[in-house]
């Protein structure tokens, strides 16, 4: 059962797909918002987890525990053809989803549920998942490389024997392509875990390029999925959050498309 929604709508998606959605130029082909975590399961999670998330996490998942938002703009030359079917019934496993780069989209979401995220064993790891067991860890996308158990990595205040153990906690959280996103680091207790880049195969990461997960969900929701700053997120100071609605801020956002549009 979803638990009730927060006072804090910052969190809350359904104005951004509803945004999406009312834009006459813009094609939504798939929007799944997953009810939220009810307060019983939210507790459980942070429970086997170590400790209790920020407000503005346990926010998001109370609104939404998963969500997979998808748009193309007729605007961009990216744009091909309309009539794309939207695909709603269920949430859809998250490679085969992936796999479909016809056309391409300008808006991408896939956002983990937590109990999904937050796992500390991969035998914990519920074989009912939506998203499909095997994409649990990172390190199961990776080919066996003997390198990886070299030398200790520090990492913050944290430091791991090898860089097979530091990758070992890497979870999915979001996607931008088949091969390159957003992976959340395991540090159990630590209300705003890290978020990092990844990208190449999810094989290659640069420790500067890294956020708390909750400012990684501002941005998204600031941003409402638009790929083409996903990758700014970790290259610039935070920005100063908007109070301008959803649709306001989407249109600022085709307003200032940066690649070529059509003529």
């Known amino acids: 059962m979803a638990a009730s929604n927060s006072n804090d709508d910052s969190m809350n998606f359904k104005p951004v797909l509803n945004a999406l959605e009312a834009h006459p130029e813009i094609e939504v082909t798939r929007g799944i918002l997953l009810p939220g975590i009810s307060e019983t399961a939210l507790r459980q999670v942070e429970t086997a987890y170590g400790g209790p998330l920020k407000p503005e996490i346990r926010d998001f998942y109370r609104h939404h525990n998963g969500v997979v938002i998808e748009w193309i703009w007729q605007g961009s ?77 520090q990492f913050g205040e944290r430091r791991y024997r090898s860089e097979e153990d530091f990758r070992a906690q890497w979870r999915y959280f979001d996607f931008y392509l088949r091969d390159s996103g957003a992976v959340l680091l395991y540090e159990g207790g630590q209300p705003d875990p890290t978020v990092l880049f990844v990208e190449t195969s999810w094989s290659r990461y640069d420790p500067a390029r890294q956020l708390p997960l909750s400012a990684y969900l501002n941005r998204v929701y600031q941003d409402l999925g638009f790929r083409w700053r996903r990758h700014k997120y970790f290259e610039t100071p935070a920005d100063k959050d908007s109070d301008a609605s959803p649709a306001e801020r989407l249109a600022e956002l085709l307003e200032n498309y940066p690649l070529r549009r059509k003529t």
């Open 77 to 153: 030359d990216l744009y091909e053809a309309p009539g794309r079917p939207r695909e709603d019934a269920e949430l859809p496993f998250v490679l085969d989803l992936l796999n479909d780069y016809s056309p391409p989209l300008d808006g991408q979401l896939i956002l983990l549920p937590l109990e999904e995220v937050l796992v500390p064993d991969f035998e914990e790891f519920s074989a009912h998942s939506d998203f499909g067991t095997e994409i649990a860890y990172a390190e199961y996308l990776e080919p066996e490389d003997a390198s990886l158990a070299g030398p200790a990595v």
